[in-house]
Every structure is written in C-alpha cells, then in structure tokens.
C-alpha cells in the first residue's frame, strides 16, 4: 500500500481490524435494534412542510361528503368509500373538486334554489340561472303546443313524426344558445360502473380531477337504502359544453385512464340545463337527453 493510501484508509491493523467488524456485523440483528433510530434523512422524509392552500379553491370546503384540500386523495377515498358509503342528508352524492378552478361555494351556487339542480356542479360567477330556467321551461312549452297541435292536424303521420321531432330540435337549440348566452354552461360525461369496481375507479377520478388532468370537478352516487341497482353513477364536469376541444380533452384523459372502452358501452355527456329543466331520456319532446357520446367524439378523423 503507498503511503498516500495508508493516510486515508489507515495502516494494515486498522484496515484488518475494520474488515472483521464488516464480516461479523448481523445487519438483521443491527436493523432490528436501530431501526427507529431518527436519523437525519428520517427526519427529513417524516416533516411536513405546512402546505399553502391560499391559491386553492374548493367550492365543497366544510362538506362532509366532499375531499378537503387538507387531505390526500387516498385518505378521502379512504374516509368515504362510495361503495359502502350510505346516503347522506345533504344529498346522495360524494364530491371533488378542481382546486385550480375557482367556482361559486356550493352553499351560495343559485343551483341550490332550483329543485333538482341542488346536486349539480355550482355555476359559474355571472351565471343567470334564474333566466335560462324560465326562459327554457317556456321554449319547452311552446314546443309542447306545437307538438299537442301537430298531431291533432290530420297530416300524414309520417309529416306529423318529422315536424314533431323538428320542434324539439329547435327547442334544444334555443335552450342550449339560451344557456351560453346567460353562462350557464356546465355539463357532464357520465360514466357507469359496477359496485365493485366503484371505489378504484372513483379514486382513478378523484385523483385526476384534483391534478387539474379532467374538469371543473367530479361526484360519485352513495349507497342507496331505496335502489338497489348494482351499477353506480359518477359525473366528471367541464365548464362550458360549447367548448367542444376542452369536452373532448377530458373524454380522450378518461381513455387513457383506462375508463373508456373501445369496444365497451360510450359515455354521453348531458348539459346542466337540461337537468334543471327535466329534460332526461323518454321527454315528449324527443330531445336527446344528450349532447354528446365518445364513440363519436373520439372517433379518429
């Protein structure tokens, strides 16, 4: 060995003697002991730093049944397993939200006011729902008299079939032109799944939406105590249905998540304002009850 070597590592004895205490060390036995010691990268890993929320927003702050900014994903997801999660007195549903998004607080949404629109994702700040609610209960009801009087005309049915189904066409432009017009755009891709699989794939959501990876927010129906169905509902919002390239961007983030099958049933997408004007599938408008479905928005040009 040179001398500049025995400096550093020490002489023959001590380099003898620190290559027995190698060969002779139980690691298992030594772990065992030490284990808890804190050393400097324990403590490091172990603190929390306190995380600055300021530039944050849930509209769902203080819910129970909502994710809250000061809790990880996996112990929500944990806290409030939709698959055994019953149904809550604030509603048959669990939230989250997009904390990048600001939106109304829940609690303040104009939502609240109409009947069943209280579980609907808050509207934008300037939304005029009161407006668009009567605005489209009365374009409904044109179109009803249209319709009541089309099929009273005598005509030949198939006439009365295509002028039938044209006024509810028109409706639903109007209601939906109404509805941009008074920002009250919100809507939703709805996807089902089993109650076994419910929990893994609302987490799957969970996660995404809080990473600002879907849109606006998302929400997962509870156990039910009345419908027993095995299959459970969750809504992935957007902000505005008109805007086709963010809709589909959120339908292409659920595909890569896994959550939309080729082969399998389309996800559709309805707007909020159809939901507060009690336009759903089976209408006597025969307005679709939506708007939008994956197999064709998804379909490669």
Avoid at 20 to 33: I, N, Q, R, S, T
Avoid at 40 to 59: E, G, I, T
Avoid at 107 to 129: S, T, W, Y
Wanted: glycine share 8%.
């Amino acid at each position: 060995m040179s001398s500049d070597d025995s400096d550093f590592y020490g002489d023959d004895e001590v380099m003898a003697d620190l290559k027995a205490k190698v060969k002779g060390l139980d690691v298992k036995a030594w772990w065992g002991e030490y284990q808890d010691l804190d050393t400097p990268l324990k403590l490091q890993a172990r603190k929390k730093d306190v995380v600055d929320v300021s530039h944050l927003h849930n509209p769902y702050a203080g819910m129970q049944y909502a994710w809250q900014l000061t809790e990880t994903i996996e112990d929500f997801v944990e806290r409030l397993p939709p698959a055994t999660t019953d149904e809550n007195p604030g509603g048959p549903w669990i939230w989250v939200c997009n904390p990048y998004i600001n939106r109304k607080r829940k609690g303040e949404a104009d939502n609240q006011k109409i009947r069943g629109g209280e579980d609907e994702a808050p509207e934008a700040e300037g939304a005029d729902l009161s407006s668009v609610v009567e605005g489209g209960m009365e374009r409904l009801h044109l179109a009803s008299e249209f319709i009541d009087g089309c099929k009273k005309s005598g005509n030949h049915p198939a006439i009365i079939t295509r002028e039938c189904r044209k006024a509810g066409v028109d409706a639903a432009k109007n209601i939906l032109d109404l509805a941009k017009a008074l920002r009250v755009t919100c809507g939703k891709w709805m996807l089902f799944c089993t109650t076994f699989e419910v929990n893994e794939v609302w987490e799957t959501v969970a996660r995404a939406t809080a990473n600002n990876e879907l849109g606006i927010g998302a929400k997962v129906a509870t156990r039910s105590a009345v419908d027993k169905r095995t299959e459970r509902l969750i809504c992935v919002y957007t902000a505005d249905f008109s805007d086709t390239k963010d809709v589909r961007r959120v339908a292409e983030r659920l595909k890569q998540l896994g959550l939309v099958q080729t082969k399998g049933r389309p996800l559709y997408y309805k707007p909020d304002v159809y939901t507060y004007l009690g336009i759903s599938h089976g209408n006597p408008w025969e307005i679709r009850a939506s708007i939008y479905d994956t197999t064709s928005m998804l379909k490669k040009a």
